[in-house]
């Protein structure tokens, strides 16, 4: 099983129309959780950090749910521009050693006009 | 403010050859970390470098090796190159004991095996 999963997609989105999907992960001792966007070709740049109590930024709303250890993002409105790979990301490391990211395999968004 | 680079851009190997890969971080940050990333799959953690000595190790074999400098700088070699080590090598730099999980990556190497 790998430790983070992820449904591939792709999610095809009208324009203006609201998504959601999700991710799970096997460690229950994993520390932080976030959302990572890669564009095609490109690195992966941090979108939000995922908070067990929620969190938004703007059109994005990221929850985690430890008990069942998955970790959700909706996205409202879509953009054309919101057409990425969405990496769920769980940082299992302690902290004194820093940042050791386990990626899921990503899930792909296309916004479509 | 310069953030990680990466040298080369794209790189063509043949079977059994060995490679290095080279990473400059971001400024103010000391750890770096190289993931490897399959086409169609995400990031897998290769290992991460501080003070010279590498912490953490992913699930790689031996062939994989690296090397910080006292800039900071990070280089990546892996050894006897198989077709299966065709991939996009990315690394990424953050500072150490913060573990905001943001770590920024440069823009990676694309390697193919032949």
């Known amino acids: 099983r790998k430790e983070v999963e992820q449904d591939p997609g792709p999610f095809n989105v009208p324009e203006g129309a609201t998504v959601a999907f999700n991710c799970t992960y096997s460690?229950?001792?994993?520390?932080?959780f976030f959302w990572y966007r890669q564009d095609c070709r490109k690195e992966p740049k941090l979108l939000m950090s995922v908070y067990s109590s929620g969190n938004e930024d703007g059109r994005f709303t990221a929850q985690l749910n430890r008990a069942s250890q998955y970790i959700s993002l909706l996205i409202r409105d879509s953009k054309l521009s919101d057409s990425a790979t969405y990496l769920c990301?769980?940082?299992?490391?302690?902290?004194?050693?820093?940042?050791?990211?386990?990626f899921g395999g990503g899930t792909r968004v296309l916004v479509k006009p | 403010d310069a953030g990680v680079t990466q040298s080369p851009t794209h790189l063509i190997k043949t079977r059994g050859q060995q490679v290095t890969l080279r990473c400059s971080p971001k400024s103010g940050h000391d750890t770096v970390s190289w993931y490897q990333q399959a086409l169609g799959q995400g990031p897998q953690f290769i290992f991460q470098y501080y003070e010279e000595e590498e912490r953490q190790r992913g699930n790689f074999p031996d062939r994989f090796s690296g090397h910080q400098f006292p800039n900071y700088s990070s280089e990546l070699n892996v050894n006897a190159l198989l077709l299966g080590d065709s991939a996009l090598y990315l690394c990424?730099?953050?500072?150490?004991?913060?573990?905001?999980?943001?770590?920024?990556f440069g823009q990676g190497t694309r390697l193919t095996v032949v």
């Open positions: 990301v769980v940082n299992g490391g302690p902290r004194a050693a820093g940042n050791k990211l386990t």
């Open positions: 460690n229950s001792a994993s520390q932080s």
């Open positions: 990424a730099s953050s500072p150490l004991g913060v573990a905001t999980g943001e770590a920024f």
